[in-house]
């Protein structure tokens, strides 16, 4: 079945470590957009930090940021959202603090932080956005309306046990999820990249099977498996690639251009 829709996360599936777009990416999707090709970003950034991308890239499409928990407009109409029940993010938090782990709570109205260290600043180099520092009573004053909450391991390796913990002590409440050697993602239960890229799918008519993702991680996982075509980059992790249909060469090596010209702008011809 032909792709009518594409969906790529940006940090290493777009995004080179210097967090650009690279020319090729940039022509490839542009050009799939030409050809009337649904071409949606999928991240867990905020909006104001995805949206630069979608606009070098020319999209007229809405934006997935927050895991999946919002979708917005690229004009920044909100088309749908998901919160943390303000109590659940006030637990969480709170037993965020008792473990001293970094964490960053987000809302639509910008990024916060209990105090200004090298993970904070680490972040905002990353992502362009300046966040907050409030403490830890401006966290839990600011429960309401909270789609995303990020905890930063000390090391890769402590990363999954992290995760586990963190599940095992809010079962049925969050998702959690990893995106990126020590990014730490906890949403409300439900939500993630595929269940808000099959909503837009329906939104325009178009079905799973019609779909593209391009993924490299953890959070990436169940995108991946929803498409009609999951693709994993060469630089995933082992799990993500074996969850995927196919996978593409390294983001270094513009694997994401590389697969929509495979699969979709020379699939026709």
Do not use: C
């Amino acid at each position: 079945m032909a792709i009518r829709m594409i969906v790529s996360d940006l940090d290493g599936t777009l995004l080179d470590s210097a967090y650009r777009l690279s020319a090729a990416n940039r022509t490839a999707f542009r050009e799939a957009a030409a050809q009337g090709v649904r071409v949606l970003l999928a991240t867990g950034r905020m909006f104001a930090s995805a949206v630069r991308y979608a606009k070098e890239l020319a999209l007229d499409t809405p934006v997935i940021s927050y895991n999946g928990g919002v979708v917005q407009e690229m004009d920044g109409t909100l088309l749908h959202a998901d919160f943390l029940a303000p109590k659940t993010a006030a637990r969480v938090l709170r037993y965020i603090f008792a473990r001293g782990w970094y964490v960053q709570l987000y809302r639509l109205d910008g990024l916060f932080f209990a105090a200004e260290t090298a993970e904070a600043r680490f972040y905002r180099t990353a992502s362009g956005i300046a966040g907050r520092a409030v403490g830890e009573r401006g966290l839990l004053a600011r429960t309401e309306g909270v789609p995303k909450l990020l905890v930063v391991a000390d090391t890769p390796a402590h990363t999954a046990a992290v995760i586990a913990e963190i599940a095992a002590a809010f079962p049925g409440e969050i998702a959690v999820m990893q995106s990126n050697p020590t990014y730490i993602e906890i949403v409300p239960a439900g939500v993630s990249k595929a269940s808000a890229m099959l909503k837009v799918a329906a939104d325009y008519g178009i079905s799973a099977a019609e779909i593209m993702a391009l993924g490299d991680s953890g959070n990436d996982v169940a995108m991946l498996r929803a498409a009609g075509l999951g693709v994993a980059m060469g630089n995933a992790a082992p799990e993500v690639q074996k969850a995927a249909d196919a996978v593409t060469d390294s983001v270094a090596e513009d694997g994401a251009a590389l697969a929509v010209r495979r699969y979709v702008l020379e699939a026709g011809r």
